[in-house]
């Protein structure tokens, strides 16, 4: 029972060997699965044999049985022999398998002719472990050629492995190693069957050992295959280093010109890790794949490193087997973007120089605003000193107000714009100086005496503002400032509740930067405004502002401009 047990389990075992190299669809070797298919049916009639009760159901087990042993020789030989990348002639290929055609046809003689097996009979063999049946033999002389075989791919393996063992860059020691503890173990275990006595198949074990080792076998011979095919379909990419690595980090190929920009590698064992860790190609190379096998190091995280005066650029790719599997191996990839890190280099020198040219050029637009914009609040102030002196601390308040501003962050705005802000504010009220000499200085002035200054200073100050600044509108910078300038002169006067002038505007409707000045403005106005209602405090005004933060100003302001309290305050000490 026992040995019929171990013959199914040997058979199990092949089946989902077989079963496994089905399912992988990519990447077949033709070859590796007639061996996988054939291993199958050995196995299947090693149990049938074992469990035959007539000899006509044994000798049909054993033909199943034959056909394993006359193509298994062959397919591992030819699998091998590409495996170490020796060139077999279609012709010899052709030859070797017909020739294991020809012992299967002789075989199949078995019972029927004495050609093959002089005499066959079933043997009932009964132990302490159970009953099993076998079958019993004399052989012919045709079986001659099957040990011709043997005896040949004995002397074929052993040439196969001393090549092998030569060509250490370019051949897996350890699959050959395989490969030959496969074919040794058949042929062993075949000549220990013939000298031996006993009724069990040892054979079948070599066979079974020939079946696990088969799995890591056929997974590297086809990535190894697939590794071949990569580096000849970039071949003819002559500037760019390919290697390829396993997922346990082991070489196993590489093409001339990686080797050419890494000579250390013509020194690797394909199939071995490097070992070599001061070498420019363990630092640069295999550390970032090792960086990317532990999860460190991102696929589009590429690598740019120095090898002599060159530099090279590093990505990793992935080598799958099947679609959705996970990676068998990692194809590095070594492009030398010299010429491209140069470029950038020269693209990025450019780029600053130009950044500089341009801040230079802004500067000295700012240095003419700067100097534009203050000499007209001095001639606004001398036609009349009140509004000079308003302009001044109004150009202090709206600095104090911006600062907090951009402290808080409550709006999005550049450190640029609000410069533009507290600079332009100096221009809110340029246009009096379109107002008469009399409404201007006119005491105990009446609200519609109000109105109309109010409506004539700004509307004309927008228009003297395009005027006396259109000398920079050809550069970018220069048109946002006139916008600015412009809008704080024209809507310095409107409300949040559309109570403003000139146009009554509400809420949003305002230009922002109105909005901020119309703060500080109405602040000092009322802290100046001693011909209507008397002249108020600073704290006075303040609150009367606060207290109309939401109806006659933004809301969004208002917190920001309640900080500055303490500030605003100071510009008055002394007044």
């Keep these: 029972m026992i040995v019929k047990l171990i013959y199914l389990f040997e058979f199990i075992v092949t089946f989902l060997v077989f ?78 398998m017909s020739y294991s055609g020809m012992i299967f046809l002789l075989a199949l003689t078995i019972g029927k002719s004495d050609i093959y097996y002089g005499r066959v009979w079933l043997i009932k063999n009964v132990t302490e472990y159970g009953s099993y049946t076998s079958l019993g033999k004399e052989y012919g ?113 590489a093409n001339e010109k990686a080797k050419e920009i890494y000579p250390e590698i013509s020194d690797l064992f394909v199939g071995k890790k490097v070992t070599e860790e001061n070498s420019n190609f363990s630092k640069q190379v295999v550390a970032k794949v090792r960086e990317y096998l532990y999860g460190l190091l991102e696929r589009e995280n590429d690598a740019v490193v120095t090898v002599g005066e060159n530099k090279y650029e590093i990505k990793m790719n992935d ?54 914009v203050l000499g007209l609040a001095t001639l606004v102030e001398s036609r009349d000193s009140s509004t000079g002196d308003h302009i001044v601390r109004t150009l202090k308040g709206v600095e104090i107000f911006t600062e907090q501003l951009k402290k808080s962050q409550t709006l999005e705005m550049s450190d640029r714009h609000f410069y533009a802000v507290k600079l332009a504010t100096a221009m809110h009220d340029l246009g009096k100086i379109a107002i008469d000499n009399e409404i201007l200085r006119a005491h105990g002035g009446s609200v519609e005496r109000d109105e109309t200054i109010i409506r004539l200073h700004t509307e004309e100050g927008a228009k003297i ?15 946002k400032f006139i916008e600015i300038a412009v809008a704080i002169a024209n809507y310095h006067h409107e409300r949040w509740d559309g109570s403003g002038l000139p146009y009554g505007l509400r809420g949003k409707e305002i230009p922002l930067e109105a909005r901020i000045v119309a703060y500080v403005d109405a602040l000092d106005t009322l802290m100046d405004d001693g011909d209507k209602k008397g002249k108020k405090s600073f704290n006075e005004a303040f609150d009367i502002i606060v207290n109309k933060i939401g109806t006659e100003f933004d809301p969004d302001l208002g917190a920001d401009f309640v900080k500055c309290r303490k500030e605003l305050s100071e510009i008055y000490e002394g007044l």
């Design 19 to 96: 079963t496994n190299y089905v399912c992988r669809k990519e990447y077949q070797s033709g070859v590796n699965f007639f061996i996988s298919i054939t291993l199958l049916i050995r196995s299947y009639g090693e149990l049938m044999i074992a469990c035959s009760n007539s000899l006509d159901m044994a000798l049909f087990a054993y033909i199943m049985l034959y056909f394993g042993s006359a193509f298994l020789p062959t397919l591992i030989f030819i699998s091998a022999a590409r495996l170490c990348k020796v060139e077999m002639p279609i012709v010899t290929e052709i030859a070797a």
């Design 141 to 253: 002389p045709g079986h001659t050629f099957y040990t011709i075989m043997v005896a040949g791919y004995t002397v074929a393996f052993l040439w196969l492995a001393y090549r092998t063992y030569r060509m250490k860059n370019r051949v897996s020691r350890k699959i050959v190693t395989e490969v030959a503890v496969i074919a040794m173990s058949i042929i062993g275990l075949y000549i220990f069957q013939r000298v031996s006595a006993t009724s069990f198949s040892f054979i079948s074990v070599a066979y079974f050992i020939a079946t696990v080792l088969s799995v890591r076998v056929f997974s590297n011979t086809e990535l190894h295959n697939l590794t071949d095919s990569i580096l000849d379909s970039f071949a003819e990419n002559g500037d760019e280093g390919f290697v390829v690595f396993d997922k346990h980090e082991n070489f196993i190929n």
């Design 319 to 372: 080598i799958q087997l099947r679609k959705g599997g996970e990676p068998e191996g990692f194809f590095v990839e070594i492009e030398n973007v010299t010429v491209r890190e140069n470029i950038a280099a020269m693209e990025a020198k450019y780029s600053r120089d130009l950044e500089a040219d341009v801040e230079k050029k802004g500067q000295s637009i700012r240095d003419m605003q700067n100097s534009l």
């Design 465 to 479: 503002v395009r005027k006396v600044l259109a000398g920079i509108s050809d550069v970018e910078e220069g048109r």
